[in-house]
């Protein structure tokens, strides 16, 4: 009983908001409602068929795919990068670490207008730099075949900060000892890496991995402010259509259905991680 009311705050913060929130989603999708969200028409799995026959989800479903596998092998790779080169002995290697893990210290907000500075195709940055070269101008955030892959660009530098701080923590906690017998047996770097470095950095890694997976399926601040789902739906990922059916078109029936469809998308793909990425994980 004790401990009973010990967890009794906890139940209630999770019931008022994850799991109360979670079971009226699932309620409402089943439900055609008006403009104020208020269930009128029992529909069964009319907005799920829905769904899969609308062009609009499936551009929307394969722009969250190319998201996912655009951002997070890209961020992972870079952000191991930047921490086993900041893990190196050298002088003033602290500047290096604050100014790697500087995105971590600002707002997705501030952060997108920074970008849509860059990718303006007036004054930006990009631009700039193509036209000093002799080569035509882009319109970053205006050309479909680009828009995506800019905002892309954007995620990896916003979210490697993060990734970044939590996996030089892991390589600072690799026992030296292991370093120390490698150097004696005169191995190379390479092998060093490769045998040592990533096996020990597997659990972290594999926490990165995870959490950066669930970030990019959930992105929105980015893509609202860079590009609005445009253009011609190639931005306009589940959770910026989900935000449109529910707050601008308050088709709230549609919206639930496809935060469902997004939950048991992530669901699967997390259990697929554990099921296969834990297998190449080292504790010890």
């Known amino acids: 009983m004790t401990g009973m009311l010990f967890l009794l705050p906890s139940l209630i913060l999770f019931g008022v908001f994850l799991f109360y929130p979670m079971v009226r989603t699932v309620y409402l999708s089943l439900f055609l ?3 104020q969200g208020v ?3 029992f529909v069964g799995w009319e907005n799920f068929l829905n ?11 394969k722009a969250t795919a190319l998201f996912v596998l655009y951002t997070v092998p890209a961020g992972i790779v870079l952000a191991t990068a930047l921490a ?14 604050t100014m ?3 995105t971590m210290g600002m707002s997705v907000a501030a952060s997108s207008v920074i970008w849509m500075f860059l990718f303006n195709p007036s004054i930006g940055l990009f631009n700039r730099i193509l036209g000093a070269l002799n080569i035509p101008g882009v319109q970053w955030l205006l050309d479909p075949q680009y828009a ?8 990896i530098w916003m979210n490697t900060g993060f990734a970044f701080l939590i996996l030089l923590g ?18 190379s770097e390479s092998y060093k890496l490769r045998k040592i470095t990533l096996p020990m950095l597997s659990p972290t890694l594999f926490f990165v991995t995870t959490v950066s997976l669930i970030n990019a399926f ?5 893509v609202d402010l860079l590009t609005k789902g445009g253009p011609m739906e190639s931005t306009n990922v589940i959770v910026y259509s989900i935000y449109k059916d529910a707050f601008i078109n308050y088709n709230v029936g549609s919206a639930s259905a496809q935060a469902v469809l997004l939950f048991v998308a992530v669901l699967v793909v997390t259990v697929l991680q554990f099921k296969i990425g834990e297998r190449k994980v080292h504790y010890q």
């Open 33 to 35: 409602t008006d403009s």
């Open 39 to 41: 269930p009128v028409v």
């Open 51 to 61: 769904l899969f026959q609308s062009t609009s989800f499936q551009l929307s479903a």
């Open 84 to 97: 086993i080169l900041a893990n190196q002995k050298l002088r003033g290697i602290g500047l290096f670490r």
């Open 100 to 102: 790697f893990s500087a």
């Open 148 to 155: 995506l892959l800019s905002v892309s660009v954007a995620t």
């Open 170 to 187: 892991g390589l600072q906690n690799i026992d030296q000892s292991l370093y120390e017998s490698a150097r004696v047996a005169g191995v």
């Open 218 to 222: 959930q992105t929105f601040g980015q």
